[in-house]
């Protein structure tokens, strides 16, 4: 059974860092298409970055690009999103999904296996 379990969320002040960690199992996360998607309250979801290895794609939501970064420990099975420069409207719930053999494109795939998300939350 796939399953993705989040963790590293947190209060942090404008301009910190957080690294949001997924663990994955059941699955090599590294084989599957891997994203991460926020939602803040009454917004809907927002894709933040994707990455599909075997296809050499990354993808970074204009909002995060050059402050957020997607990443693999293969050996830890766990994908990682550091998040640098963090901003008020970065608050949301953050979410990591995959998919392997449904998987379409990234951005813009419709993924089947989501985590439970974690909380960030941004202050000034």
């Known amino acids: 059974e796939v399953q993705l379990a989040e963790s590293g969320g947190g209060l942090v002040q404008a301009g910190g860092s957080l690294r949001l960690s997924c663990a994955g199992s059941?699955?090599?996360?590294?084989?599957?298409?891997i994203a991460w998607f926020r939602q803040a309250p009454g917004k809907e979801h927002e894709e933040v970055s994707c990455?599909?290895?075997?296809?050499?794609?990354?993808y970074y939501a204009d909002s995060v690009r050059g402050r957020f970064t997607i990443s693999i420990d293969n050996a830890k099975n766990t994908v990682y999103l550091q998040m640098n420069s963090l901003k008020p409207e970065d608050t949301a719930v953050y979410y990591c999904?995959?998919?392997?053999?449904?998987?379409?494109?990234?951005?813009?795939?419709?993924?089947?296996?989501w985590g439970q998300g974690t909380q960030v939350t941004v202050s000034w």
């Open positions: 990455f599909v290895r075997r296809e050499g794609v990354t």
């Open positions: 059941g699955f090599t996360v590294d084989d599957y298409a």
């Open positions: 999904t995959a998919d392997g053999s449904d998987y379409e494109s990234c951005p813009g795939n419709d993924y089947d296996y």
